[in-house]
């Protein structure tokens, strides 16, 4: 245990509920547990089952009764979790949203700070933090500077670093490539065995974890707890009914890659290199770069060549470039060096350049969908959301609602058509933002971290619904590290290495 910091801490659930305001459904209800001190939990679901949800509860930051209706009781050490506020560190699942500070060293402090640690005390944990997740950075460096994966480990070394007695971890992985997957856990791993604290991780993913936790709890999609104890015993399923629940276990089958005939080219890019920062812009929006200027090459530059039917994934380590090239294959950033050139199925009377199309061009040739789902979302339900791309295009309301409803149905979001799409769980956003770029019948695909958040059997949907894309002659370009997802999508891997240079 180490000295002067909060003891592991005791967590107990009594017939606990939210709904989120203009929410007819509850976004979790009916759970009853009861965590003793130093207990490692797992906590399983389908999307939507309200794990995420639970762990805001813990720890204190749902808001007041403007943003949601409580039913039940959370108790932290014996006090709610607005009263034990610092007693528990909440990981969530958006890394964005964590991120307080312009700098690394400060963000990481931040907690420590308000927490009282002694100046001295608190940087050295914070350089310990920052070493056990393996973000190996200066501390001077802008936050800004970070890829979603880095800011994931960002978030966590700050929790590391407050040394809380209830760590709660909200699919700290998810972001994350094969090897951070391994240094996270054991960097969460080492701090437990530091403290003793108690922990509570929500995963869709079972292996991971499944040799760090002493139980699993599984929520219900209806409500309530579906299974509760050891791992071994929960995790055997001799019903099969956590399977049918969408709940990734060990040995659950991918499904077979399509076979399809690729067509006509699409999307070329020659020596591309890609980047963030003052390059010349061009057609519609030519710009000129200030003397003295230079973009921060993010990636090697590659050759691509996208064709009916293709699938690419842009794979490799958190930072590489994969963002910052699947926004430059979308015609959303311009390269920085090398051609990215629309051929003629994809171009369709447009300009040859990507970077030139206005919004309404884009529409229907490429559909970007952002590592952060909310950073594209515009209306204020789901309903609404999915019919704005159509509606965009002056399609007919009969058109418009076809595309919509058959949308809800295939994503699984009939049940949350009339919610406002930021009060929905992790899952279920990526879900609408995929379902977002699809609504308009893109040629193109362009998807970063398209399975983050998914239970077993919504991964299966949108890795059947991509594949009937490709079979209808679209592309798909994914940044992921699901090699699950590249394997079942039939999609060729191109593998990035970070190139950190100015250009």
Do not use: C
Not at 199 to 217: K, N, P, S
């Amino acid at each position: 245990m180490i000295t002067g910091q909060p003891a592991p801490v005791a967590v107990r659930v009594d017939g606990w509920g939210w709904r989120y305001s203009g929410r007819t459904a509850w976004a979790a209800r009916g759970i009853d547990l009861a965590i003793e001190p130093g207990e490692r939990v797992l906590l399983l679901g389908a999307s939507g089952a309200g794990k995420s949800t639970l762990l805001a509860g813990l720890a204190g930051v749902l808001g007041g009764d403007d943003d949601g209706e409580p039913e039940g009781a959370l108790a932290i050490g014996g006090r709610s979790p607005a009263e034990a506020r610092g007693t528990a560190g909440l990981l969530l699942q958006d890394p964005d949203a964590q991120v307080i500070l312009a700098r690394v060293g400060d963000d990481v402090a931040f907690a420590g700070e308000n927490l009282g640690v002694p100046r001295d005390e608190l940087w050295a944990r914070v350089r310990h933090a920052l070493d056990a997740v393996g973000l190996d950075v200066p501390l001077d460096r802008p936050t800004a500077q970070l890829s979603g994966g880095q800011k994931q480990r960002l978030a966590l070394a700050g929790l590391l670093a407050m040394r809380p007695g209830l760590l709660l971890l909200d699919e700290p992985t998810a972001n994350l490539d094969p090897e951070g997957v391994l240094e996270v856990r054991d960097a969460v791993r080492a701090a437990l065995d530091a403290t003793g604290a108690t922990l509570v991780v929500v995963e869709h993913r079972v292996a991971v974890w499944r040799d760090l936790v002493t139980r699993v709890v599984v929520l219900g999609a209806d409500g309530g707890v579906l299974a509760d104890g050891d791992p071994d015993t929960v995790l055997r399923d001799v019903a099969g009914e956590l399977r049918r629940a969408g709940v990734w276990l060990p040995g659950t089958p991918v499904p077979e890659a399509p076979v399809v005939s690729e067509g006509a080219p699409l999307l070329t890019g020659r020596s591309l290199a890609f980047g963030r920062g003052p390059a010349v812009t061009r057609g519609r929006r030519r710009g000129r770069a200030r003397a003295g200027d230079a973009a921060v090459v993010v990636g090697h530059p590659v050759d691509v060549d996208l064709r009916e039917g293709s699938a690419l994934a842009l794979t490799g380590r958190n930072g590489a470039g994969k963002s910052t090239l699947a926004l430059t294959l979308g015609g959303l950033l311009p390269p920085v060096a090398g051609s990215l050139t629309a051929e003629a199925t994809l171009a369709a009377g447009a300009a040859s350049d990507p970077t030139a199309w206005r919004s309404r061009e884009l529409l229907t040739r490429i559909g970007s969908v952002f590592q952060n789902p909310e950073h594209q979302f515009i209306a204020s339900t789901v309903r609404e959301e999915l019919a704005a791309g159509p509606r965009a295009l002056r399609l007919a309301e009969t058109e418009v609602s076809a595309r919509v409803e058959d949308l809800l149905a295939r994503l699984a979001l009939e049940s949350v058509a009339e919610a406002n799409p930021f009060t929905l769980s992790g899952g279920q956003k990526r879900r609408l933002s995929v379902g977002t770029a699809l609504a308009t019948r893109p040629r193109l695909l362009v998807l970063d971290e398209p399975t983050f958040g998914q239970d077993a059997r919504t991964w299966e949907g949108l890795v059947a619904l991509l594949a009937e894309l490709r079979a209808d002659g679209h592309a798909v370009v994914a940044a992921t590290h699901d090699a699950e997802f590249v394997a079942a999508v039939g999609a060729s891997s191109l593998r990035l290495d970070a190139a950190e240079v100015a250009a």
